[in-house]
């Protein structure tokens, strides 16, 4: 090969090579003024990201901490530019001011398209305005709220306390997440489709349906963690792994609900039932787009409060003198008498605790919009159109800039010290005890504000009256548990306690 040819074969590649150089050297030299990880030409922060991706909430809580702005920018290669935010400002205008231009997306109805199909949480536009109505007036109807109530009551009489109360006697271990989880996937069924899966019963009985919910949601979260999206969709195309068991778990989960939908269909008198999909029918759906709706309503009735609980309980036995302070408001709220709605509104100190749980430990750690034109953050950030922005709660909570230096404490003063009137809805209830949701963006804001948060909290509080003033839980380590942020947040290895009974019972 003469001089000539190698001059041919190599020119181009040393140029390609020059041409790398030179434009690795451009971007450092007018690297953009954004806070975030290390950044490089082409292959983003991939490193920085890969290193950390088993502790992403930790990562992002740092980096966003040394964002003057709270907002950062993430960067790698085969993934979407990433803006993450835990500045109010930008989630109210993100949320609600510019609402809009930030609809969900089509990269995340990608991800959860297969389980969630149409239902509210996965659309955007008309069928979202649609459901979003029909499901506000149902969620508000006072037969909906008396069937909440009349079936939380069956289920701790029957079902709950008789758990605990042979835990207690005979010293078990038992794992409350997964009582809790039981508890309200029982709750949730009873509710949206007139059926009991009795997955609390005290045998224990494996539920397929429930265990298919949560290996979905587990392989579901996982795609959106993957470095390249890629992955998972040729896994999924190519029907392997993961991606196989959840074409499997989806199959399973909608043949069972598309069963008692046909049946609940053929009963008598099918329209004259109270719960949810009764209700559904009735106004005319078809089969598809009932079920679509039940499947979003099981998933998040069922999985955010366990989740909330969880913690709630944890919290509650790392902080003893704030659980006395609930007990106290307890006992004298119900003064041995039925839990009623009007009197858990009024239960300020328990909707503090469980603000203040849901502060450290939100139920849904990020929520990621996409947006649809070319946008300015209010603090500055340029937003591209096709850019995953995502608001931050978990963040949010440890800013000292939102909450204090303080803010890694558990304090009931933080919410008992507003107003009263501040801490009021007009319907006579607590809301955020006072404080904006942009900045406790813990049940959304805006228009997607979530219709489900009166019936959380009702269903919290009655577990917390009823739990508390009989048993005291003990947990078996007292190191803090691993937050594992899935489509729900969940407690990594569950909450194993022993259950003491009070000696003293005043409910």
């Not at 942009?438 to 049940?443: A, G, L, N, V």
Request: proline content about 5%.
């Amino acid at each position: 090969m003469d001089f000539t040819d190698t001059l041919t074969t190599v020119g181009p590649v040393f140029f390609l090579l020059l041409l790398i150089l030179q434009t690795i050297c451009r971007y450092m030299h007018n690297k953009p003024q954004h806070y975030g990880p290390n950044t490089f030409p082409i292959i983003g922060c991939i490193f920085s990201f890969y290193n950390n991706r088993r502790r992403l909430l930790h990562w992002y809580t740092e980096l966003l901490a040394s964002s003057p702005s709270h907002t950062i920018i993430i960067q790698r290669l085969g993934a979407r530019r990433i803006i993450v935010t835990a500045n109010p400002i930008n989630v109210e205008h993100i949320i609600k001011t510019n609402f809009y231009n930030y609809p969900k997306g089509k990269a995340f109805t990608e991800i959860l398209g297969d389980l969630l199909g149409q239902g509210i949480f996965n659309v955007d536009g008309g069928m979202w305005h649609m459901q979003r109505k029909l499901i506000s007036h149902e969620f508000t109807a006072r037969a909906m709220r008396e069937l909440l109530v009349t079936t939380l009551e069956s289920e701790a009489k029957e079902r709950l306390f008789p758990i605990l109360e042979s835990a207690s006697k005979e010293l078990l271990v038992v794992d409350m997440q997964e009582v809790l989880k039981k508890f309200t996937f029982d709750i949730t069924c009873r509710i949206s489709l007139g059926k009991d899966p009795e997955s609390l019963a005290p045998t224990f009985p494996i539920s397929r349906l429930a265990n298919a919910f949560d290996a979905a949601s587990a392989i579901i979260a996982a795609r959106a963690s993957v470095p390249v999206s890629a992955a998972w969709k040729i896994k999924r195309a190519l029907d392997l792994g993961k991606e196989k068991q959840l074409k499997e778990e989806i199959k399973l989960i909608h043949e069972s609900i598309m069963e008692i939908i046909h049946n609940r269909k053929n009963e008598e008198e099918a329209m004259r039932k109270k719960d949810f999909l009764s209700r559904l029918i009735a106004s005319g759906f078809n089969d598809e787009a009932i079920r679509d709706m039940v499947i979003s309503f099981i998933v998040a009735a069922r999985d955010t409060t366990a989740s909330a609980l969880t913690w709630f309980f944890w919290c509650m036995s790392q902080n003893r003198g704030a659980e006395e302070e609930v007990l106290n408001e307890i006992n004298v709220m119900l003064k041995g008498g039925q839990f009623e709605m009007e009197t858990a509104k009024k239960m300020r100190v328990l909707h503090a605790a469980l603000c203040e749980t849901m502060r450290l430990y939100p139920p849904v750690a990020w929520d990621s919009k996409h947006p649809l034109h070319d946008d300015i953050l209010p603090d500055g950030t340029r937003v591209k159109r096709g850019d995953r922005v995502t608001y931050f709660p978990y963040g949010m909570g440890r800013m000292k800039s939102i909450w204090g230096k303080d803010c890694s404490e558990f304090k009931l003063e933080r919410w008992l010290s507003l107003e009263e009137n501040s801490a009021s809805s007009n319907n006579g209830g607590i809301m955020y005890s006072g404080v904006s949701p942009f900045k406790f963006p813990i049940f959304q804001g805006g228009p997607r504000t979530c219709l489900g948060k009166d019936m959380a909290f009702v269903q919290m509080k009655f577990v917390a009256s009823a739990v508390l003033p009989k048993f005291e839980l003990q947990p078996l380590d007292t190191r803090l548990p691993v937050f594992v942020p899935l489509l729900t947040a969940k407690m990594a290895n569950g909450f194993k306690v022993l259950v003491r009974k009070r000696y003293k019972e005043n409910i």
